[in-house]
């Protein structure tokens, strides 16, 4: 069972469009990470999310936790060649503050 | 600072080699953890390490080891290696008190 689903799998956009990625659950978590990671290289941490209906902006990244906590989204505007790469969610649960990973939205925008 | 460094890079063995892969990290961080990454699966957790002297099982560690040598390093080795254990391997490390988990560039491990 996976804890933490994220759609779309794959997602390919033209330069300038917008887009969502989705991180869903059915359980609770006590923050939410987002990573974005290229191909060779490890993830690289974009936020951290740990109140629910937390918004975060980064640039042209806006983040939002679920007011549950169970559940988040990021938002891409005016998507650009340089933001390709893969995309996961990790949720935060129990005291040793170990990670459970989404299975990640492989994101593609074209010049 | 290099953050978290891992080697080798990349490695080819046979099935039944051992070898191990090792991790360092000089941001004075207290937790350490094993990952792997398959196509279709995310990271998932093989071993972790709260703190120096302790190392406990992840969700995959079938087939695995770990040493917490110190504060800084540690290394994850593979006694006997499988083709199941092809993938790559990525190792992190935390501060006690937050969430954030930084990332090494990771081992391509090919078992053949």
């Known amino acids: 069972t996976q804890l933490l689903e994220q759609s779309p799998q794959f997602l390919s956009i033209q330069e300038g469009e917008n887009l969502t990625v989705y991180c869903n659950s059915s359980s609770v978590f006590s923050s939410l990470q987002w990573y974005r990671q290229e191909p060779g290289e490890g993830p690289v941490l974009l936020v951290t999310?740990?109140?629910?209906?937390e918004v975060k902006k980064l640039k042209r990244l806006t983040f939002q936790f679920g007011d549950a906590r169970k559940d988040s989204s990021l938002h891409i505007t005016a998507a650009q060649p340089g933001d390709t790469g893969l995309y996961l969610c990790a949720g935060t649960r129990g005291s040793q503050g170990n990670l459970i990973f989404g299975k990640g939205t492989k994101l593609s925008v074209k010049p | 600072n290099a953050g978290v460094t891992q080697t080798p890079k990349f490695q080819v063995l046979k099935t039944g080699q051992s070898m191990t892969l090792q991790c360092a990290q000089d941001m004075n961080h207290n937790s350490m953890y094993w990952y792997r990454q398959d196509p279709g699966m995310g990271l998932r957790l093989i071993y972790y390490s709260a703190s120096e002297g302790t190392t406990d099982k992840g969700e995959v560690p079938n087939g695995y080891n770990v040493s917490r040598l110190n504060k800084r390093e540690f290394s994850l080795r593979l006694e006997s290696a499988a083709p199941s254990q092809t993938s790559v391997y990525f190792c992190a490390s935390r501060t006690t008190g937050t969430y954030e988990q930084y990332f090494g560039p990771g081992t391509r491990l090919t078992v053949t």
């Open positions: 999310v740990v109140t629910g209906g």
